[in-house]
């Protein structure tokens, strides 16, 4: 079946969301997500969302603020936008039902957090679910729009090319028409036709063993734009959150880094803090200072996990500031009120993806990318804590300005489409195949492409990831599609570009430390990592690539 719209968004987050509620003014949606439409990595998200608000807080603080994190990466000309427009799409949340919490005492004001890295209190929350906030209140609102239709549990395949459809003769630049897409439930796959793609897919998490990430986060979107040919910028800068709760019964729960904002210490297993050995900010320094000094620390002493401890704190304030965290904690036995929180580093954020422009334009005429996926140049070598929904709400405002400009003069192309073909493929009934794969791959990265890297270790990961991927492209071809599959086949497509991006920068930087270059080379590597996937080849990593 062919289904036509105008925008065609991959991703129910509060960046697909954002531009649905926006872009429905101009024409028809369709937003394709692999769940249920709450079903996201916003909705994970505690913290909140960073803007300046405060009279004694500054553009020009949080701007330095993000570049002294980005490590020298940042694009400044990114930066300062995204700082600067932060207030008005704040205000646009509001406007959409958004409640962050207010202060007691005035109750016009927003309860501003602060969290490792920013030198102001400028965290908007909704006490420490504030993502789940943000979908509830954009889920609704686009629940009343009538000319947008979500298509849940489907899943996007792969991108539509017009250079790759049989018989057409491109002359000038290519141009997206679509995507193939799944529907899960039933097994069917349909083409969805668009004048514009949106990637809003979110981040890739699930490619290590331990993630704070959903387990939808598979990478799809950065998979999806590299087969197509998309520039991918900066894989090897993972950020690992520094405190996921460290308990056999706890599934990677994250403890925000509100908590330390809020007078969390971190200490050793017998009481003694050390962040003072490693930053001037203690505590509350940059994630990827934290994550390296905890994984220094743990390596030294043999231990499985450090102590975050917050009981110092009033009783009451820990519990009105953190009740969702207070009470997951609660469940495990721990009482954060009275005892610390054992915590350990876990796979928390994509800083880089899918490159764009200043308006999310990835290099695929059509394609457009917003949230996690892309690599905007706001985040560099390491992302500022609760930048992330700030980057989403902004970039997903300039994608529609620009996506408004041009829509009167972008046509429906009347290509003919042809129906996916299976390729003569068969239903397999050896489904451990992708179940040992996919453990393979994460214990593969986990081992050798974590928070500390080496020559050696990346080498064997090369190496593991371009077997698997070759297994699993056979697999691929042979088999009827699942979405077991499709996410095995893209967690091995990402993994591949991050172990790649990781031995192409022969320094350390943010969050990529790799013991055989322990220092940054601003002379050599002060540049963007730039893969580009030759046309000729569907995933076989072994190929040069352009940087």
Known sequence: MEIKTDFLILGSGIAGLSLAIKAVDLGSVAIVTKKEKIESSTNYAQGGIAAVQAETDSFDSHIEDTLVCGAGL?????????????????????????????????????????????????????????????????????????????YENHFAIDLILKSRIPGQAITGSDRCLGAYVLDILRGEIHTFRARFVILATGGTGKVYLITTNPDIATGDGVAMAYRAGARIANMEFIQFHPTCLYHPEAKAFLISEAVRGEGAILKLKNGTPFMDKYHPMKSLAPRDVVAQAIDTELKKSGDEYVLLDISHRDRNFIIGRFPHIYARCLEFGLDITRQPIPVAPAAHYQCGGVAVDA????????????????????????????????????????????MKERFPSVAEDLVPIPAWDPRGATESDESIVVSHNWDEIRSCM??????????????????????????????????????????????????????????????SRGLHFNINYPERDDERWLKDTVLIQPSHDRGNFSNPLAI
């Open 74 to 150: 940042c694009k400044i000309d990114v930066v300062k936008f995204v700082v600067e427009e932060g207030p008005e799409r704040i205000r646009e949340l509001v406007d959409w039902g958004v409640q962050f919490t207010r202060t007691k005492d005035h109750p016009d004001r927003f309860d501003l957090g602060r969290e490792g890295g920013h030198s102001a209190r400028r965290i908007l929350h909704a006490h420490d679910l504030t993502g789940r906030e943000i979908e509830r209140a954009l889920s609704e609102m686009a629940g009343t729009k009538p000319n947008i239709c979500i």
């Open 359 to 402: 308006c999310g334009e990835s290099s695929i005429p059509g394609v457009f990318a917003c949230g996690e996926v892309a690599c905007t140049g706001l985040h560099g070598a390491n992302r500022l804590a609760s930048n992330s929904l700030l980057e989403a709400v902004v970039f997903s405002h300039r994608m529609f300005l620009r």
């Open 446 to 507: 986990s081992n050798y492409v974590g928070i500390v890297r080496s020559d050696k270790r990346l080498e064997r990961a090369a190496r593991r990831v371009e077997l698997i991927n070759r297994e699993i492209d056979e697999y691929y071809r042979n088999f009827l599609i699942t979405r077991d599959l499709l996410e095995l086949r893209n967690i091995t497509t990402v993994a591949g570009l991050i172990v790649k991006c990781a031995r192409l920068r022969k320094e």
